[in-house]
Structure formats: structure tokens, C-alpha cells
């Protein structure tokens, strides 16, 4: 989900000062304490006069985030992000699909909008997410530019944990290409995605 913050926490009686991180499916903590804490097995989460207070079967914990932090990290763990969301893709938006063959991100897309096509060759769009899956591919993003508006998205899309296509991988090809890297998100359990974006210098008027 992408936060983080420096923090002291307090665990089943210690405590320790480090960095909480919020992520799609835990929240974690390292410093001389670490933890990973599975947002799925949380029993409690609440926020209270800017302390956030997590209870789990292993134990609970208050991580001391300061107001308004606490709260939005209470907000974010009970209310996440759909995948839409992290895509920034808007009700009406228009996008194009090329290559992704995932069933739960095609019926979320669908609910999110109609203006939807499975290849680049209807533009110019707000967004394109494209499936990568050898780093040969990565040369078409010269031609991806073309089919989005100066202020639109390209997500490359790739399986996790292959040495062969990384984040690197894609994010080199992005500046080979004049675009700029600005967040990744996981796309699903399997898949990471980086957002690409074209240089403002090069968007005009």
C-alpha cells in the first residue's frame, strides 16, 4: 500500500525505535525489534490519540505514528486500495490491454469502465497495461508512447522472483525510451507493475 514511517513500537513488553512499512499484505517493522505482521490475521486495528494499535494471534503491538499518520494507516489496513485504484484507473477511463491474461484484473476493469480495448491500436488513452514477459519485449515501449495522451500511463506488467525480467530491467528500458518511472504497485500475487510516464519537458502544451 506504500507507507512508511519512522516510529517507536511496543511488543509483548519491549521496545524498539525503526521503520514501519505498510504493505499490500503486512505490516512491518525493522529495527532491533522486527516484525511482520499479516494484515489477514489482524483481530484489532485502531487508532488512538496517534498511537496505532494492532492485535494479531501472535501477539499485539502500538506503533507510535503521531496524528493524522495513525489514522490513515488505520483507514488504509481497513479499506485498501483496489487494484483500480492503484492503476489510477477512473470510472470512463480509457485503456488499453495488451498481453495480461488475469481473470480477477479483467473483471475489475470491466466494473470500472467500458472504454476498454485488448491491444494500442485505438488511442490515444489514459492508460495502457501492457504484460511483459522477456526482456526482448521491452523495446516496444518506443511504440506504447504513442498510444497514450501526454499525460497518460504506461504499466508494464511482470512476474515476480526471475532473474531473467526484473524492475531494473523495465526501468532501464524506460529510460532508454526518455520515460520516467514513478511508482510500482503489486498487480497480484504473482505479478509487480511499474508506472511509466513521459518526461513533463516532453508532454507541450
Not at 88 to 110: E, Q, S, T, Y
Not at 119 to 126: L, Q, R
Not at 155 to 180: F, I, M, P, S, Y
Amino acid at each position: 500500500m506504500g507507507r512508511e514511517a519512522r516510529c517507536t513500537v511496543h511488543f509483548e513488553g519491549e521496545v524498539s525505535e525503526g521503520r514501519a512499512l505498510l504493505e499490500s499484505d503486512d505490516v512491518v517493522f525493522r529495527g532491533e525489534l522486527r516484525l511482520k505482521i499479516p494484515i489477514k490475521d489482524m483481530t484489532r486495528v485502531e487508532a488512538v490519540d496517534g498511537r496505532l494499535e494492532i492485535k494479531w494471534p501472535a501477539g499485539a503491538a502500538v506503533f507510535e505514528l503521531g496524528n493524522p499518520e495513525a489514522e490513515r494507516w488505520a483507514e488504509r489496513i481497513a479499506n485498501p486500495p483496489s487494484l483500480m485504484d492503484k492503476l489510477g484507473i477512473k470510472a470512463g477511463a480509457r485503456v488499453a490491454v495488451l498481453d495480461v491474461d488475469d481473470d480477477d484484473f479483467w473483471k475489475d476493469l470491466r466494473s470500472r469502465t467500458d472504454e476498454v480495448t485488448d491491444g494500442a491500436s485505438v488511442g490515444p488513452c489514459d492508460v495502457v497495461v501492457w504484460g511483459v514477459d522477456d526482456v526482448a519485449e521491452l523495446a516496444r515501449l518506443s511504440t506504447l508512447e504513442g498510444c497514450i495522451r501526454p499525460d497518460g500511463v504506461i504499466w508494464a506488467v511482470w512476474r515476480k522472483g526471475q532473474k531473467e525480467l526484473t524492475e531494473n530491467h523495465v526501468r532501464d528500458a524506460a529510460l532508454v525510451g526518455d520515460l520516467v518511472d514513478v511508482k510500482v504497485a503489486r498487480f497480484s500475487a504473482t505479478h509487480s507493475a511499474l508506472k511509466l510516464v513521459i518526461r513533463k519537458a516532453r508532454r507541450g502544451g
